[in-house]
């Protein structure tokens, strides 16, 4: 149907056509700036303190080994509560509780940030990052990170990160859509035309802890 209107169409034209079917295929959402609730910046995080306007401060300790001594930091952060939440966390009516933690590798650089965020269902997965359930800001180590959401109701959820690599709060995507900085989704999973359908993200935490470990891909 495509070939049979392009032949009756002026070469600008065409061009033009396949020029937004392309860009539809490829198009990444979420690589705008998402929308800021009011009141609630983003959480920035590392080795210290997490910083919330919607908890107190929560104390971010490195990560130990079996013997108690200090491991390599490794952008280390860990969330408690409802720091940075403006969305309803999903009940399971029995009040049982679980912690998701998030290895993330394969970071080319550590220049700017990673961009980490909890989805609790498809709704804006991952096209707004605004309405994630949570959402932090990671400072890169040793090309890559480690964060633990602690807390977190049992439920299924997914994951969405970037590799903000200006650290402009944004995924920056070339003409057509396809982004030039990092992007990553929980089990490693891929889109074909486009980015991963949350079905093929998603995962339950139904017990005491959830592991993740996400690879960056760059296009």
């Given amino acids: 149907m495509t070939m049979s209107i392009l032949k009756h169409t002026s070469p600008s034209r065409a061009f033009i056509t396949v020029f937004v079917a392309v860009a539809g295929f490829f198009m990444l959402p979420g690589c705008s700036r998402p929308a800021q609730h009011e009141g609630v910046p983003a959480s920035k995080t590392t080795a210290g303190t997490v910083q919330s306007p919607a908890a107190d401060s929560v104390e971010v300790a490195a990560p130990t080994n079996a013997s108690g001594s200090d491991l390599e930091p490794s952008g280390v952060g860990k969330v408690q509560g409802d720091v940075e939440s403006d969305v309803d966390a999903p009940s399971e009516g029995d009040g049982a509780v679980g912690t998701i933690t998030v290895n993330i590798t394969s970071v080319r650089s550590a220049k700017g940030q990673l961009i980490v965020c909890l989805y609790n269902g498809a709704d804006g997965f991952p096209a ?35 590799h903000d690599e200006n650290g402009n709060g944004e995924v920056d995507a070339n003409l057509i859509g396809i982004p030039k900085e990092g992007v990553g989704v929980s089990n490693n999973a891929k889109g074909r035309f486009g980015p991963p359908a ?4 998603r995962f339950q935490l139904d017990g005491e802890t959830h592991s993740q470990e996400i690879e960056i891909t760059y296009f």
């Fill in 128 to 162: 707004d990052m605004g309405a994630a359930w949570k959402r932090v800001e990671l400072e890169i180590q040793d090309a890559g990170g480690h964060l633990e959401f602690s807390d977190v109701p049992h439920g299924e959820y997914a994951l969405w990160i970037a």
């Fill in 198 to 201: 949350y079905k093929d993200a």
